[in-house]
């Protein structure tokens, strides 16, 4: 008798294909941020996922946070943290969606 559960999928966060991210974008904010991440030609991989239980630097536990370089899309391998460049910058700056609404809304800025 086989399995009746179907396999649990998360939906991939939605990027409007017009939305592009300036060249660097990604890595400077990981920099002020002081993350210590590399680079690869379409990612930035961040050694420790702020998002994880301690690791205790155990190699094999770290680089598995990745973001897109053009989209900021973001995935941990680990803890499963994922999402949209905004949906990462608020859970790193405890900004509330709300808050980033707002933001937006009422200067007419975009938040880089």
Do not use: M
Not at 30 to 57: A, G, M, Q
């Amino acid at each position: 008798v086989g399995s009746t559960k179907s396999p649990v999928t998360e939906a991939a966060p939605y990027v409007s294909k017009h939305f592009t991210l300036r060249a660097g974008e990604v890595a400077a904010y990981l920099e002020r941020k002081e993350l210590t991440y590399k680079t690869t030609s379409t990612h930035c991989v961040v050694r420790n996922c702020p998002f994880c239980h301690p690791i205790k630097n155990q190699s094999d536990n770290q680089h598995k946070l990745y973001l897109d370089n053009s989209s900021g899309v973001f995935h941990c391998f680990r803890c499963g943290a994922s999402g949209s460049w905004w949906k990462f910058r608020q859970r790193i700056d405890g900004i509330s969606a709300n808050a980033v609404q707002s933001f937006t809304v009422d200067t007419d800025q975009e938040l880089h």
